[in-house]
């Protein structure tokens, strides 16, 4: 005899199953489930569709059937953000953008990063000239200066570190004025050139063996051209060459500067500058 009982014949008012064994709920289909309605009424759900997950709707509803998320929303590249509890996705920026927060209950948005204070206007290398010329952004009215940064510069020979500016269209060659500090070994020094036919940095000498490094910045805010404060550096080697110097200059003549020059000693520039780098970059405006 079958232990299958009727809901009817196994339930006793306020008591527990009357007997063991499998108790069958009349009605439904295959796949349905049971849920309480209301109070003291049971129901059936429906079968759902494969795959699907019973989802509860809260306190004082029934459950449903509800699609599984299975994967997340968006494409390839695209960022998972939670959108008001479901899954969304902001949309690929462009390259070098940054992911950057629109404060409470917006969505994140990606923008361009600001390019800082300091902005990289060229860069590259020397290889056997007399002198390099710098003529970018000087007319830009973004920036308020540009400096000039030369590293690992060596020549032929030896000659001071010298600066020209250009102005009205021609690299000058008259009325600079230049005060340097040079730190060399254990002692220090001062010199000044003045109505020379460039800024130049007294004792800063660019050797054969000794790498040089000099930057330089043109403030061109003024009818007279401030080119300081400026640094000069050599560094140690077998040799036992090392100094320091700090410079700054001015060239007094009116017009705005369009380029700078860089050479070595000698006015026309007669000593080769074998080798070396450099970096300019623009200081923005406040």
């Known amino acids: ?15 527990p199953l009357a007997t063991p064994g499998a108790v069958n709920l009349p009605g439904g289909a295959q796949g349905s489930v049971p849920y309480q309605s209301g109070v003291g009424q049971t129901a059936l759900l429906a079968p759902g569709t494969a795959g699907h997950v019973l989802t509860s ?4 509803a029934n459950p449903t059937w509800a699609a599984a998320v299975t994967a997340p929303a968006g494409s390839t590249g695209q960022v998972q953000i939670n959108n008001a509890g479901a899954f969304g996705a902001v949309a690929s920026g462009t390259s070098g953008q940054v992911l950057t927060s629109a404060g409470a209950g917006a969505a994140p948005t990606w923008t361009t990063p600001s390019a800082g204070a300091w902005e990289v ?10 002198t390099v010329d710098f003529e970018t952004g000087f007319t830009n009215s973004a920036y308020s200066a540009i400096v000039i940064l030369l590293y690992d510069v060596f020549s032929n020979g030896s000659g001071n570190a010298s600066f020209r500016f250009k102005q009205g269209g021609s690299w000058q060659g008259t009325s600079y004025y230049s005060q340097t500090l040079e730190a060399s070994g254990s002692s220090v020094s001062g010199s000044r050139t003045a109505n020379a036919a460039q800024m130049v940095f007294s004792g800063a000498q660019v050797l054969n063996n000794v790498p040089y490094t000099s930057m330089l910045i ?12 400026a640094l000069s550096t050599l560094v140690q080697t077998g040799s036992g060459v090392e100094a320091i110097s700090i410079a700054s200059g001015v060239r007094y003549a009116s017009g705005a500067v369009t380029g700078v020059r860089f050479l070595l000693s000698g006015g026309g520039g007669s000593t080769t500058i074998t080798s070396g780098k450099y970096v300019t970059y623009g200081i923005k405006a406040s």
Do not use: Y
Not at 218 to 229: C, E, K, L, Q, T
């Open 1 to 15: 005899m079958s232990k299958a009982k009727t809901l009817a014949d196994t339930v006793s008012t306020g008591g």
């Open 57 to 60: 709707g809260g306190a004082g």
């Open 121 to 130: 206007l060229s860069s590259g290398t020397i290889s056997n000239v007399t």
């Open 218 to 229: 043109v403030n061109n805010r003024f009818s007279i051209v401030d080119a300081g404060p």
